[in-house]
């Protein structure tokens, strides 16, 4: 099955945009833009009324803008995908202007660097200044000569079956691979839905724990009564259940699901600056927590933390938050992960979650 991926590189390596993506359980699908560049717009209401493959980052600014793919072409199921690849891959030549590694751009992340962001945002929460923070960090790998972006896409379909796995390159992005289980929005006609995802403990021999921490417990209702809050305020009433146990690789989460009714689809765009960003990548209360974590964290979330996916008003619609990912660069990995504070976090505590959940993509690239 991994050779069916063959002529994905040779894509990124002539700077063409395309997303290849797996919606959990579903066939994947190749969408390339073949005329023009993809949108590069400046706010989520401008997506009101269109389709096509959103890219959305963290924070919106020149160097992080958020994409709209058109889908020229689209291509669903593995073994259409592998038959296009197969003809296309002829006209596909290396591209030698494709980006240098600039020297001294390779960034180390470490333990001495999370304390102090750790310190910045833990005061603050015992201040009372913020209900809950969610601090992120990165790590850099260097990438080896056999590293290969399709087949690390292939590893994440294959291990990550209750997830998103998409992998994504444009000339104004660069390329991301990543697997998410966090749904933003999905739905179709009147039928639609949305999670509140938050808490995070180790899947041990494939047992869910028995209980949860207290902390870990009021996160994930901290995100669930924000998700039902901003709905109400676009005037939804939805149906919710959980919270609930998942599994995501090999770590647990805690899970609320909404469902409703969605009378004003053409403005999706809307209500994605309702739910965008989630207290589970960013914190309470949303706009002073947002500015705090851009000033305090320490460097550029980029796409990690942003959503990504299908988007169409008038079908279907299935758009997840960009959690376990990665940046792929010419000689390096970026790698991103993060975890909500509350006042009771504890640093050693937090810095080992992280590193759990970098394994999860460490693991794929292994």
């Not at 444009?170 to 938050?198: D, F, K, M, R």
């Amino acid at each position: 099955m991994g050779g069916q991926m063959k002529g994905i590189e040779a894509l990124i390596r002539q700077n063409k945009s395309f997303v290849i993506y797996r919606v959990p359980h579903e066939e994947p699908v190749l969408i390339l833009q073949t005329f023009g560049q993809p949108l590069c717009l400046t706010d989520l209401e401008e997506l009101n009324g269109k389709t096509g493959f959103v890219f959305a980052p963290f924070q919106m600014m020149d160097l992080s803008p958020l994409m709209l793919l058109k889908p020229d072409i689209s291509i669903k199921g593995w073994d259409k995908i592998k038959n296009y690849l197969s003809l296309e891959k002829e006209g596909l030549e290396t591209n030698p202007s494709i980006e240098k590694v600039k020297k001294g751009c390779l960034q180390n992340d470490n333990y001495n660097s999370y304390r102090q962001a750790f310190s910045f945002f833990i005061d603050s929460l015992r201040k009372k200044e913020f209900e809950k923070l969610v601090l992120s960090r990165m790590a850099v790998y260097p990438k080896s000569e056999f590293f290969s972006s399709e087949k690390v896409f292939y590893n994440a379909c294959h291990w990550y079956a209750d997830a998103f796995v998409y992998l994504y390159h444009s000339p104004q992005t660069g390329t991301w691979l990543g697997s998410t289980p966090e749904i933003l929005l999905s739905g179709e006609a009147e039928h639609w839905n949305t999670v509140a995802i938050a808490g995070t403990v180790p899947f041990r021999r494939a047992i869910f724990p028995d209980a949860w921490s207290e902390k870990n417990s009021r996160e994930q209702q901290l995100v669930a009564d924000y998700v039902r809050s901003q709905l109400i305020s676009f005037g939804i009433n939805s149906l919710e259940k959980g919270p609930y146990m998942i599994r995501a690789g090999e770590l647990a989460h805690l899970k609320s699901e909404f469902s409703f009714d969605l009378p004003k689809k053409e403005r999706l765009g809307s209500l994605l600056c309702l739910l965008h960003p989630t207290p589970a990548v960013c914190g309470l209360p949303k706009e002073e927590a947002y500015r705090f974590i851009i000033e305090k964290e320490g460097y550029n979330r980029r796409y990690y933390s942003g959503f990504l996916g299908w988007l169409n008003p008038n079908g279907k619609t299935n758009l997840y938050v960009n959690l376990r990912c990665m940046e792929i660069k010419a000689s390096y990995l970026t790698l991103y992960a993060g975890g909500g504070l509350l006042s009771s976090s504890e640093l050693d505590l937090e810095w080992k979650e992280t590193e759990a959940k970098l394994e999860t993509m460490l693991a794929i690239i292994k």
